[in-house]
């Protein structure tokens, strides 16, 4: 079965500082990868995707991730934080041909002005 | 565009009631459904999803239940509800001819079981 692992439960860090939140899966074939975001009192937001090609992806809000297939990884980073960005961080992971998505347990950010 | 509703936003019952929490998806036909619980440092545990009208899969076994008796309706249900049942419940869609789209969620469902 897939499963999603994330490095970090709470990360405080001060504004402008740069971020890195570690996201590996388990699943030897054809993945889908994905950052959700959920802000205060707000749903959950697709933050960025990745299906195919270049493994550099950027999403909204000056955030970008990078696959490392051979690391089963998918790393969230923004060089940048502001305090807006205080908001809970899923990464999930979706086998190409199935309908499951598997979620990791979520990385609080805490961002301090 | 495509939305999504939920409802009740928040719920609280006693140990042993029944629950019906309703999801409905609106422009967009045939879409796939999902029903997630989401726990504090746990993430998302998927409980069941649909690809049809009346085609149910269950990740893990519950005390619920769902069913989807419309194309773009999808119910979570439960005879006799538990305290371990309480939680936040998320329901989510998906284009249904994707392989490689992303879900889209709902505002969720806070159950208190008590």
């Known amino acids: 079965a897939q499963s999603v692992s994330q490095h970090n439960h709470h990360v405080i860090l001060s504004e402008a500082a740069s971020l890195e939140l570690g996201c590996n899966y388990s699943y030897g074939g054809t993945v889908n990868l994905f950052w959700y975001v959920q802000y205060p009192g707000q749903h959950l937001q697709l933050l960025l995707k990745?299906?195919?090609?270049?493994?550099l992806v950027k999403g909204i809000k000056g955030f970008e991730a990078e696959f490392i297939k051979s690391k089963f990884s998918f790393n969230l980073r923004k060089p940048s934080v502001q305090w807006s960005d205080t908001a809970e961080y899923f990464c999930a992971v979706n086998d190409n041909y199935g309908q499951n998505f598997v979620f990791g347990p979520g990385t609080r950010l805490s961002v301090l002005p | 565009s495509q939305t999504i509703h939920q409802w009740p936003a928040t719920l609280v019952q006693p140990v042993g009631s029944p629950l019906s929490l309703e999801c409905t998806v609106e422009g967009t036909s045939n879409p796939n459904l999902y029903w997630y619980r989401q726990a504090a440092g746990r993430g998302l545990q998927l409980l069941f999803y649909s690809v049809g009208i009346g085609q149910i899969s269950s990740e893990v076994p519950q005390n619920l239940s769902a069913s989807r008796p419309q194309d773009r309706q999808f119910i979570l249900s439960s005879k006799k509800l538990l305290l371990s049942d309480s939680g936040f419940y998320l329901c989510?869609?998906?284009?249904?001819?994707?392989?490689?789209?992303?879900?889209?969620f709902g505002e969720g469902s806070r159950l208190t079981v008590l």
């Open positions: 989510a869609w998906r284009g249904g001819t994707s392989n490689t789209g992303e879900l889209f």
């Open positions: 990745y299906f195919s090609g270049d493994p």
